[in-house]
């Protein structure tokens, strides 16, 4: 039983830091327009939408020809920011683009506005500074020309055609399977296509069939077809079809059980299942999958016996079982019940390591995304941790576009309430020399900043996934209130979505706007410390915070998956604390909708800047087991912490132990003898900090140069490193090489997923801890 000490100790991560920033001077002098120009842009008001269009004209010049796109906006307002699209004809090659941004992908050319010609006036045009490329090949207008998405000819959409008249190709008592031919195209492609009744929409496909579900037995239905583009114009209705369902009082015998199911291919998400096939006296119509007794999915008796099921969690034990059903709707009995374990995320006999990157890193710590890459790191990881994003504290949603910094007061409610630093996230300029690929953002890009770098980084390296953590120690404010009732989870995970997975930045001083960080993240990260339990001074927590925790990690799931594509991650931060574990996070749930989380394994002891932590004695911040000279009565260990999960029934490869690339540190330390060297023994505070905000806290690097005479002890028998340096009383407490080794055997003994890191700028310029982490979980 843990026993909580009279102080409660309250392990903290290193907090926030943003601070002022000098203004930028210099960033656009090269630019040929004044930068007064540039900065009138910044107020940007909302685009007036259907007014601009697009003529073209050409210019022989014997070798090559000149093609030019004016721009024209009949509206009685300025219309800012415009996006051109046009295919090329056959034959036809650009050689250059001016007054642009243009890319080309085949035969499709995509253009963007420069910054000085964004702006189109109220019955103006983008005179003279159109956009115009050079050509060879025949001098002909290239076609399905958009402006804004609108045709640029100013003309109406013209419509998809009609579909053929639909069909049945199977009919049960409460199921029609309907199929038509394909509707010709308007101005833009078909993209779906819905099926009514009555003029009521049932459903919708992409494909030219579907089943309508959840019919009357013995009724009479008629259906028609219409077609959908992509621009969502409507074309016509289908002829009908009237088909009568079956009427179940004529077949009261129900199919036989299928049988022999199995499992014939497995990943971290998805269980592909077979059967034996089941017999009936008329016919069976469809197969119902169900996964511990609730139905996820019906396959057609024409697609089975067979089925995936996907959007499972790994590293997760699930029973399926399979029934037939007839055509009157008759239930066979359940299939032999079968149990699958899906994949881990790393996959058999490899492990994931995880390093968090801090958005503030560009700033004192001049750490930017390039040097993941540079010291080596981004090779050895397989998840970025973009930290950290908050919650907005009116509207309890995600929270993007504002820079505000933290208060610096670590004992303030409010500091961080309503922080965040969209600059660095997406707004500020990087140079050639701070950039992944050694390419300067031009200044008026719509995406900059780390999030721009991320896409480049992953680009270079595409086995790497990178998700936003929301929360932190100083952004965890609001969680509890934003996780309160069905409808705030509903509504804080849709904003988190929108904002983080499809990319729709907040504008800000130019960058950012609909889609513009879609492709960043790969999914997200939940740090709430701590649900139903005390965290930063000033956070709102509650007993109910466990039961809701449980409810909204359920919501992002439920919201992730249904985008449809690839899988995204769902991943959260949890404590190292037993009481803190029992107060908000219900071990026996959480992980059927988290792929792994990321346990605390640091911070068991410390001293920060307000003295209001352990400033009068030290102790080891990251200790694998329990030091027999601990003088304190309650225990934190990284085995402690781990085994509260494995005891909990927590598969352990859902499970990472974090590891901090930092040290935290002691003054005025006395020696305690022969042979102790500072450890356990008195100090008078929080040891002189990287950073004034940050006392008792220096990155690894930063540590180990700032004391080049500290003598570095390794504990055997609790598995823990520390450094002394008699002269002046300062002692820390740490990882390194040695330690990282020792913990990564434990790891690999226990059969756990893999290791986390706070926080990647601590390491060496070479990556010499990721290195060890590396060599000792390859």
């Not at 909708?593 to 911040?621: C, I, K, M």
């Amino acid at each position: 039983m843990f026993n909580r000490p009279v102080r409660p100790v309250q392990p903290v991560r290193p907090r926030r830091r943003i601070p002022r920033r000098r203004r930028l001077t210099a960033l656009l002098a090269a630019l040929i327009l004044p930068f007064a120009a540039l900065t009138a842009l910044a107020a940007t008001p909302a685009q007036a939408a259907g007014t601009l269009t697009a003529s073209f004209t050409t210019q022989n010049n014997g070798s090559w020809w000149k093609g030019t796109y004016t721009i024209r906006n009949s509206g009685a307002a300025p219309v800012n920011g415009w996006t051109l699209e046009f295919d090329l004809p056959a034959g036809v090659t650009l050689s250059g683009h001016y007054h642009g941004e243009a890319s080309v992908n085949g035969s499709r050319v995509t253009v963007k506005n420069a910054y000085y010609n964004a702006t189109v006036p109220a019955n103006g045009s983008t005179e003279p500074w159109s956009y115009w490329f050079t050509a060879t090949g025949p001098i002909t207008e290239p076609t399905r020309c958009t402006v804004n998405g609108d045709k640029c000819d100013g003309t109406p959409d013209k419509p998809p055609g009609p579909p053929g008249t639909p069909n049945s190709t199977a009919v049960t008592a409460r199921t029609v399977a309907l199929a038509w031919t394909a509707a010709t195209a308007g101005d833009y492609p078909v993209a779906s296509y819905d099926v009514l009744s009555g003029g009521t929409v049932l459903t919708s496909t992409a494909t030219t069939g579907a089943t309508v579900t959840g019919l009357n037995p013995a009724t009479s239905y008629t259906f028609t077809v219409r077609a959908k583009d992509t621009r969502g114009n409507l074309g016509a209705a289908s002829g009908p079809f009237t088909v009568r369902t079956v009427d179940p009082a004529t077949d009261p015998v129900p199919p036989t059980a299928p049988g022999a199911l199995r499992s014939t291919a497995r990943t971290a998400t998805t269980v592909t299942l077979a059967w034996n096939a089941a017999t009936d006296n008329v016919a069976v119509a469809a197969y119902d999958v169900y996964r511990s007794g609730v139905l996820v999915k019906t396959v057609p008796a024409s697609a089975a016996p067979g089925a995936t099921v996907d959007g499972l969690s790994p590293a997760t034990a699930y029973t399926f079982t399979v029934k037939a059903r007839d055509t009157a709707d008759n239930a066979s009995p359940a299939s032999n019940a079968l149990a699958v374990t899906t994949d881990d995320v790393a996959g058999p006999g490899n492990h994931h390591k995880v390093g968090y990157f801090i958005q503030w890193g560009l700033y004192g710590r001049q750490y930017f995304v390039k040097n993941i890459d540079t010291s080596g790191s981004a090779a050895k990881l397989d998840v970025i941790n973009y930290a950290f994003e908050n919650i907005d504290p009116v509207n309890l949603t995600c929270q993007a576009g504002v820079t505000k910094g933290v208060s610096g007061n670590p004992q303030d409610p409010d500091e961080g309430t309503g922080a965040g630093d969209a600059d660095a996230d997406y707004g500020r300029p990087f140079s050639a020399a701070q950039s992944v690929d050694g390419v300067a953002d031009d200044g008026w890009g719509k995406l900059r900043g780390n999030f721009n770098q991320i896409k480049k980084l992953k680009a270079k390296h595409p086995h790497l996934k990178v998700v936003v953590s929301l929360g932190g120690w100083t952004f965890s404010k609001f969680f509890s209130d934003a996780a309160a009732t069905p409808a705030s989870r509903e509504k804080f995970v849709r904003s988190c979505v929108d904002i983080w997975i499809k990319g729709n930045l907040p504008v800000h001083n130019g960058a950012g706007g609909p889609g513009t960080g879609a492709g960043v993240f790969d999914g997200i990260d939940i740090d709430w410390e701590w649900p139903g339990a005390e965290g930063h001074p000033g956070n709102h927590w509650k007993a109910a915070d466990k039961d809701n925790l449980t409810a909204l990690l359920a919501e992002f799931r439920k919201q992730l998956d249904a985008l449809g594509g690839e899988h995204r991650l769902l991943t959260a931060f949890t404590p190292a604390d037993p009481a803190k574990i029992q107060a908000g996070w219900d071990l026996s749930k959480i992980f059927d909708y988290l792929d792994f989380a990321n346990v605390q394994g640091y911070d068991f002891h410390g001293s920060g800047s307000d003295n209001s932590w352990e400033p009068r004695r030290t102790g080891h911040q990251a200790n694998l087991h329990r030091d027999a000279q601990d003088p304190y009565p309650f225990d934190f260990s990284v085995e402690k912490a781990v085994q509260t999960y494995l005891d909990a029934g927590v598969n352990p490869r859902k499970l990472t132990v974090g590891f901090p690339f930092y040290g935290r540190g002691w003054k005025e330390v006395a020696s305690g003898g022969v042979g102790v060297n500072g450890e356990w023994q008195t100090a008078n505070g929080a040891a002189t900090g990287q950073f004034p905000e940050e006392a008792g806290i220096r990155g690894y690097q930063n540590m180990i140069s700032s004391y080049p005479g500290m003598t570095v002890h390794h504990d055997e028998q609790s598995v823990s490193t520390y450094g002394y340096t008699g002269e002046n009383g300062q002692w820390w407490s740490f990882d390194d090489a040695w330690s990282i080794g020792r913990k990564a055997a434990w790891i690999k003994s226990k059969g756990l997923l893999g290791a986390m890191i706070w926080e990647l700028s601590g390491d060496t310029p070479n990556g010499t801890l990721m290195n060890a982490l590396h060599s000792g979980l390859p």
